[in-house]
Nanobody, 124 residues
Framework: QVQLVESGGGLVQPGGSLRLSCEAS????????RGWFRQAPGKEREFVAA????????QYADSVKGRFTISRDNAKDMVYLQMSSLKAEDTAVYYC?????????????????WGQGTQVTVSS
């Protein structure tokens, strides 16, 4: 059974930084794609970033380009989301997702496995 577990969320001031981690277990993820999505209160869940674990190819939502960086450590089955210059509108529950296919996609329906989420709150 594949499991994804997020960590690293918390409260941070506007302009601050935070690093989220996503650990995978129970399966072989080296050929998969890993993504980050987020859901703010009262809003739909939206794509944030994704990375091809073999190619290293990355894709970002326009709203986070230049501020967020997704990276991976295949040896540890870990994916990270480094978030900088955080804004109040980045406040959301952040979910890690895993995809069995090799193409990086932004649609939620393209992902097969989901973590439980970690709360990120940006507030002074």
């Amino acid at each position: 059974q594949v499991q994804l577990v997020e960590s690293g969320g918390g409260l941070v001031q506007p302009g601050g930084s935070l690093r989220l981690s996503c650990e995978a277990s129970g399966g072989t993820f080296t050929r998969y794609v890993r993504g980050w999505f987020r859901q703010a209160p009262g809003k739909e869940r939206e794509f944030v970033a994704a990375i091809g674990l073999t190619t290293g190819y990355t894709q970002y939502a326009d709203s986070v380009k230049g501020r967020f960086t997704i990276s991976r450590d295949n040896a540890k089955d870990m994916v990270y989301l480094q978030m900088s210059s955080l804004k109040a509108e980045d406040t959301a529950v952040y979910y890690c997702a895993g995809r069995s296919g090799v193409d990086v996609v932004t649609l939620q329906t393209g992902y097969d496995y989901w973590g439980q989420g970690t709360q990120v709150t940006v507030s002074s």
